[in-house]
């Protein structure tokens, strides 16, 4: 995994362990292109729990 800021406060991202895990339900939106399909998992970050990825398996 690269490592990666949070642009949102800031917090340095060296592995998943920087993140919480959650598990999504369906969810479409067309906000910012944002779209998930089907159960997965979003990582957040940490520090203030803005959404930094999804985890594909
Ligand atoms: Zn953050």
Do not use: A, W, Y
């Amino acid at each position: 995994m690269e490592q990666m800021e949070c642009p949102e406060c800031g917090n340095e991202i060296e592995s998943t362990e920087d993140l919480e895990q959650t598990e999504v339900p369906e969810v479409e939106t067309d906000d910012d292109s944002f779209s998930l399909h089907g159960s997965t998992d979003l990582f957040l970050c940490s520090g203030c729990r803005k959404p930094m990825g999804v985890g594909r398996s």
